[in-house]
């Protein structure tokens, strides 16, 4: 008999805690991030993440974005909203020399990108917390202590807090490789990948020093992060459900 049930993919579900590690708002809880990956048996997977800031002016977004078996993204949603106010709404695509949004704006009304690429994009930033890990699988840990690029890196937004757009804007990034730990979050102990963004080329701001914590089994699941400079920020995994 044919059953009628079926259930191949595998799902982590998760949420992770925004705080501030400035002297006057220590450990301050300034947002949270719930998010749920879906790994397909083809070895697609999707990110569906919904994200708060509560830093004035406040930042709400929704997203889901899926990537191919090769981690390349295939199409992503965003819904922008700004100080509790409908900031925009986009749908991007991805195909093999192109990248296209379709959106609204409050501020630039009905928008159609379309940019060529000169090859297969390898990664799109739609600014989940969850998301930021994911560029590192471009690593090449054959060459553990260079810097390395990632060039072209498409965003949903260029502002350091994805509060702008959404639409497309190409920047580079730069990362290097400090190492691999034992990291415990309020999810478990972890055996981790310790990366860091160096800098990006082509934001219109440059962005503080950013140390990213991942998963070292292959998923490059988010454990924690923090950002130096002006900002000052960190994000910690506190929950956990589900293995891929």
């Not at 790994?39 to 999707?46: C, F, N, S």
């Not at 195909?95 to 296209?100: I, L, P, S, T």
């Not at 202590?145 to 498409?154: D, R, S, Y």
């Amino acid at each position: 008999m044919t059953a009628i049930l079926q259930r191949d993919h595998r799902s982590i579900r998760g949420r992770i805690l925004y705080t501030s590690k400035k002297p006057e708002r220590l450990d301050q809880e300034r947002g949270r991030e719930w998010f749920m990956t879906t790994l397909h048996t083809d070895g697609r997977r999707t990110i569906v993440a919904h994200c708060e800031i509560d830093d004035r002016p406040s930042v709400m977004r929704d997203v889901t974005l899926s990537v191919d078996e090769g981690w390349r993204p295939l199409d992503c949603f965003v819904r922008l909203t700004v100080g509790d106010r409908f900031m925009g709404s986009s749908w991007f695509r991805f195909g093999e020399r192109v990248a296209e949004c379709e959106g609204f704006t409050k501020l630039e009304g009905r928008i159609s990108q379309r940019m060529e690429l000169a090859a297969p994009l390898e990664s799109f930033q739609a600014h989940p917390i969850a998301c930021d890990s994911w560029h590192f699988r471009l690593f090449d840990m054959s060459r553990p202590n260079a810097v390395q690029t990632v060039e072209p890196l498409l965003l949903s937004s260029p502002d350091h807090r994805g509060a702008t757009g959404p639409m497309l804007f190409k920047v580079a990034m730069h990362m290097a490789f400090a190492g691999r730990e034992r990291v415990t979050v309020g999810a478990g102990t972890f055996d981790a990948l310790h990366f860091q963004v160096t800098s990006a080329p082509g934001l219109p701001e440059a962005h503080p020093p950013y140390d990213v914590w991942c998963t070292d089994d292959g998923h490059f699941t988010l454990l924690k992060a923090q950002v130096g400079g002006y900002m000052q920020t960190y994000y910690e995994l506190v929950e956990l459900e589900g293995a891929l």
